[in-house]
C-alpha cells in the first residue's frame, strides 16, 4: 500500500487541495507531512484543519515554530517574517499549542521522517553540499528517510552511483514543496513511495496560482510572496 508524503505547504490552500484531490485519485490513504503547514502564504487556518484531519503524521518546521512561538522568527527572509507574523495573528491558541508541540522527528513504518534534516533537526540545516548531505546517513537508522526545508526535490544515496531509490541501498528523499517550489516548476511538487515495492515517485500538481496570488494580495502581504508562485523560484 502505497504512501503520500508531503511538505512546505505555506498556507497555499489552492495547491494544497490540488494535492490532496490527486492523493485520493490515487487511493492512497496514509499522507505524511514533513511539516512547514504554514507562513508565507495567506490561509494558515483552513490549510492547517486539513491537514490535521488528513494526515497520519505530521513533524515541526521551522516556519511552524515561528508562526506557533515566534521561536526563529528573525532567522526568516523579511517577507516570511510578516508572513508568520500575519498567520499567527489569523490561528487560534488550540492550532498554536498544536503546532508547538509537534514532534522535530517521527518513524514509522521503518521510514524516518523530518522536516530539514535528520542531524540536528533543531538547527534547520539545509543540505545543499556533498559532505553535510553524507553525514545525514549518520543520523538515521532506517533505510529511508523524507526531508523538506529547501523547497527542491531530489533522490541522495548512501553510494554514489545510484540514481534512483532501488531496494538494497539507503536513500533520503526531499520531496520538494505544495505551496512555494523553489526549482523554478510553479507546480506543486509531493511523492509518493510504495513500502512493498521500494518505488518512489515524485508528482508535479498544476493549481490555481492565480488563487494563491489573489489570496495574497487580499491580505495584504508582499507581492514578492505571489511573484515567487508563478515563478516557482
Not at 502505497?2 to 484531490?21: G, K, P, Q, R, T
Not at 513533524?59 to 510578516?82: K, S
Not at 553510494?159 to 526531499?174: A, D, E, I, T, W
Not at 521500494?198 to 508535479?204: A, T
Request: include cysteine; glycine fraction near 8%; proline fraction near 4%.
Amino acid at each position: 500500500m502505497s504512501i503520500a508524503i508531503i511538505s512546505d505547504i505555506h498556507s497555499n490552500l489552492a495547491a494544497l487541495e490540488a494535492v490532496f484531490a490527486e492523493i485520493d485519485k490515487e487511493g492512497i490513504q496514509d499522507i505524511y507531512c514533513l511539516g512547514d503547514v504554514v507562513g508565507y502564504g495567506a490561509d494558515p487556518v483552513i490549510c492547517l484543519d486539513l491537514v490535521r484531519q488528513r494526515c497520519k503524521r505530521v513533524v515541526l518546521g521551522n516556519h511552524d515554530l515561528a508562526v506557533a512561538t515566534g521561536d526563529g522568527l528573525r532567522y526568516l527572509p523579511e517577507d516570511g517574517q510578516i508572513a508568520a507574523e500575519h498567520n499567527s495573528e489569523q490561528i487560534d491558541d488550540e492550532q498554536r499549542r498544536w503546532l508547538a508541540t509537534l514532534p522535530l522527528v517521527t518513524v514509522d513504518s521503518d521510514i524516518t521522517f523530518v522536516h530539514a534534516s535528520p542531524g540536528h533537526p533543531e538547527k534547520w540545516l539545509r543540505v545543499e553540499s556533498f559532505f553535510l548531505a553524507q553525514d545525514q546517513f549518520n543520523h538515521f537508522q532506517t533505510d529511508l528517510c523524507f526531508v523538506g526545508h529547501t523547497h527542491l526535490p531530489g533522490v541522495l544515496c548512501n553510494q554514489l552511483g545510484v540514481l534512483r531509490v532501488r531496494q538494497g541501498h539507503r536513500f533520503m528523499v526531499n520531496v520538494g514543496s505544495v505551496g512555494q517550489p523553489r526549482d523554478g516548476d510553479p507546480r506543486a511538487s509531493f511523492g509518493i513511495f510504495n513500502p512493498d515495492t521500494f518505488d518512489y515517485d515524485l508528482r508535479r500538481v498544476a493549481y490555481n496560482v492565480e488563487r494563491s496570488v489573489s489570496r495574497i494580495r487580499e491580505e495584504g502581504l508582499p507581492s514578492r510572496l505571489g511573484k515567487r508562485l508563478e515563478k516557482g523560484n
